[in-house]
């Protein structure tokens, strides 16, 4: 579609559905992500607004030997009590105090996964060796690791949070599923590290891309939204 064309109600669709098809991804398959792909839904990405066009978001594309290698080296230090107490998220993600609505919603989602993968409350081996999946990508053939410049401000993040987002959607457009993950920050000495990041970077999240198993029960979590009128005002007067 050229730039000032109205949309047609094939391209709406195709767009919408490129949205709405995009959920949480927790298994994938072991196909190859071509080169041209990942080029393409991260320079489609890059169209993202941010203030004054700074583009902030830095992407560390992992797949092979340096992916495994990461995933390994922070899969042991989170299944290790002694080394897992040594590592601290370097930003706040969630909320220090939890109220209703999030809280509820959060706890949705959680009890909601663990009951398609036969998890019980009580099982708490089980809950930790699922989250110790975050760490594996859940065996996605591409982890990518994204950073910030520790200079910029909340504007920026802002700004990385839709740079984010086109990821998600670009990928969908070439039949790809992602998952984001923040749980990577609370490992960020050792991304530093293993990535030989520089002093000024600081790691923003992670996230598995790669072909949706179909077939695996964890996949078929879609998470509720809210009805419209829970978050939207109308103002005409």
């Keep these: 579609m050229k730039l000032f064309d109205a949309p047609t109600p094939d391209y709406t669709a195709a767009v919408d559905d490129a ?3 995009r959920h949480s991804m927790r298994a994938y398959l072991p196909r190859e ?14 169209r993202a607004p941010s203030g004054t066009n700074t583009q902030p978001w830095q992407v560390h594309v992992l797949t092979g030997a340096a992916k495994q290698r990461l995933a390994d080296r922070i899969t042991d230090a989170y299944l290790d009590p002694e080394q897992h107490a040594e590592h601290h998220e370097e930003y706040a993600y969630y909320p220090s105090e939890w109220v209703s609505p999030y809280i509820d919603r959060r706890r949705k989602v959680g009890w909601d996964l663990y009951g398609l993968l036969g998890i019980g409350k009580a099982d708490k081996l089980r809950m930790q060796a699922q989250h110790a999946r975050n760490y594996q990508f859940f065996d996605a053939p591409v982890g990518l690791i994204f950073t910030i410049d520790r200079v910029m401000e909340k504007g920026s993040w802002l700004d990385y949070g839709m740079f984010l987002q086109n990821v998600m959607v670009a990928a969908r457009a070439r039949g790809l ?38 077939v695996a029960v964890e996949n078929s979590l879609v ?14 007067q």
């Design 19 to 21: 949205i709405t098809s």
């Design 33 to 46: 992500v071509s080169r041209a792909d990942l080029e393409g839904l991260l320079q489609v990405a890059a």
């Design 177 to 214: 599923h992602t998952c984001p993950q923040a749980a990577f920050t609370q490992f960020h000495k050792l991304i530093e590290e293993e990535l030989q990041l520089k002093p000024a970077q600081m790691v923003v999240c992670g996230m598995a891309l790669g072909y949706a198993d179909p």
């Design 223 to 236: 998470t509720e939204r809210a009805p419209l009128q829970d978050f939207v005002r109308f103002l005409d």
